[in-house]
T-cell receptor, first 114, second 113 residues
């Protein structure tokens, strides 16, 4: 069965420090991968996506992620975080031939401290 | 260009009651999906509608039903509400054709008391 695992439930980091949020997936078919951000009491906003092509994808707000097929990972990175990046981050996967259904990880809370 | 819009934003219902949530997809999108997000959890897929028919369903009981209208808007209905149905209900839409990116609305917060 397909699944997504976000390896850290909470990631505390100081402002202007780099951060990596880890995501691993399990699938026997080709995948499309996404990172969404959820600010308090709001819906999900798309940060970035990997559909095909270059394995390094850049998104909004200075975030980027790298697709690693051999390690089945799609880790999210930002070189320097801001207080405003404090939010819940969700990794999600959908599958070639069934792109209407997203499977989400449990989420990672990014806490940026001054 | 309006995004995915949902209504109502918040509502409170009593156990045993029924609720209807509404969603208008993003312009140019024809596929609508619904997700349930319990507090502290990732969203869980409920079902997907395309061409006014339910195409896929997640692991949710028959108390959860839906509808899609000719203008692609959608409703989610939940009957015989349980306390455990309290959650954020998210609507998502996908573009017509081969688009693979799913966009979400702001959600409807349902509290069952």
């Amino acid at each position: 069965a397909q699944s997504v695992t976000q390896l850290d439930s909470q990631v505390p980091v100081f402002e202007e420090a780099p951060v990596e949020l880890r995501c691993n997936y399990s699938s026997s078919v080709s995948v499309y991968l996404f990172w969404y951000v959820q600010y308090p009491n709001q819906g999900l906003q798309l940060l970035l996506k990997y559909l095909s092509g270059s394995t390094l994808v850049k998104g909004i707000n200075g975030f980027e992620a790298e697709f690693n097929k051999s390690q089945t990972s799609f880790h999210l990175r930002k070189p320097s975080v801001h207080i405003s990046d404090t939010a819940e981050y969700f990794c999600a996967v959908t599958f070639s031939g069934n792109t209407g259904k997203l499977i989400f990880g449990q989420g990672t809370t990014l806490q940026v401290k001054p | 260009d309006a995004g995915v819009t949902q209504s109502p934003t918040h509502l409170i219902k009593t156990r045993g009651q029924q609720v209807t949530l509404r969603c208008s997809p993003k312009s140019g999108h024809d596929t609508v999906s619904w997700y349930q997000q319990a507090l502290g959890q990732g969203p869980q897929f409920i079902f997907q509608y395309y061409e006014e028919e339910e195409r896929q369903r997640g692991n949710f009981p028959d108390r959860f039903s839906g509808h899609q209208f000719p203008n692609y808007s959608s409703e989610l209905n939940v009957n015989a509400l349980l306390l455990g149905d309290s959650a954020l209900y998210l609507c998502a839409s996908k573009p017509r054709g081969s688009g693979n990116t799913i966009y979400f609305g702001e959600g409807s917060w349902l509290t069952v008391v």
